[in-house]
């Protein structure tokens, strides 16, 4: 499918258009920050897709609105009685001071930390990334083995990082997939539905139609886990 781009602004709006072989034109309105894509049919010029934006702006303005004001937590300080969430739920922190290796514990809705006495704050969010990490690093090879024969692809690399403005990336030459460690924090359903996500690029580079038909196959509930993913809370991070 060949496709062209253009940014325009709109009412003072950025827009990024994507023209497709499509039918329909489509806008969205994506998290964090509300930034605005329209997929227009390659019929349209740019004035048509101005025209449809400003007939959808009171609908544009307040899913920014409702994005903008989304829950985010506070910049964790780490302490006892602090909020984490861990696989989607939100559990209690508890700070064990005691001599000995430092590690974090679920424990039934609590979240366990011991650590040696006078553990600096910013040392606690080193050892709690760490730990996000060793989670996904458990979990992200089973569900990478599971989708591996389905889909007939091999995933020879993958690497946790931290991304403002995306949940995974994949290279598709080299097959290379990236995942967010934000992601320790959703739920298990959408950790899997961005490994399946990722994994669909090595059968189909970009975001069209045949990209959708290959997920409806092999995950038919795709959607409502993205919506889930990226309607909960973010953490205290400069989003761009």
Request: include cysteine.
């Amino acid at each position: 499918m060949s496709t062209a781009s253009a940014s325009l602004t709109i009412l003072g709006i950025d827009v990024d258009v994507i023209y497709k072989d499509i039918k329909n034109l489509h806008i969205g309105v994506y998290p964090p920050l509300g930034r605005v894509r329209v997929a227009a049919p390659r019929k349209l010029d740019d004035e048509h897709v101005r025209l449809a934006v400003i007939r959808r702006l009171p609908w544009i303005k307040q899913r920014r609105d409702q994005l903008r004001s989304a829950a985010r937590q506070s910049e964790r300080e780490m302490v006892t009685g602090e909020s984490h969430y861990v696989w989607g739920v939100r559990r209690r922190m508890k700070v064990v001071e005691r001599p000995g290796r430092a590690h974090f514990e679920v424990d039934g809705e609590r979240l366990l930390l011991y650590v040696p006495a006078g553990t600096t704050a910013e040392r606690r969010r080193e050892l709690l990334d760490r730990w996000y990490r060793e989670q996904l690093r458990q979990a992200i090879p089973n569900l990478i083995a599971k989708w591996e024969p389905i889909l007939e692809v091999s995933v020879p690399r993958w690497t946790l990082r931290r991304m403002k403005t995306k949940w995974g990336s994949c290279n598709r030459e080299t097959g290379h997939i990236w995942f967010n460690v934000e992601l320790a924090k959703k739920h298990p359903d959408c950790l899997e539905y961005v490994v399946l996500h990722e994994m669909t690029h090595h059968l189909e580079r970009n975001h069209g139609p045949r990209f959708t038909k290959l997920m409806d196959r092999f995950m038919p509930d795709w959607r409502s886990l993205r919506d889930q993913l990226n309607e909960a809370p973010l953490a205290d991070e400069q989003w761009t």
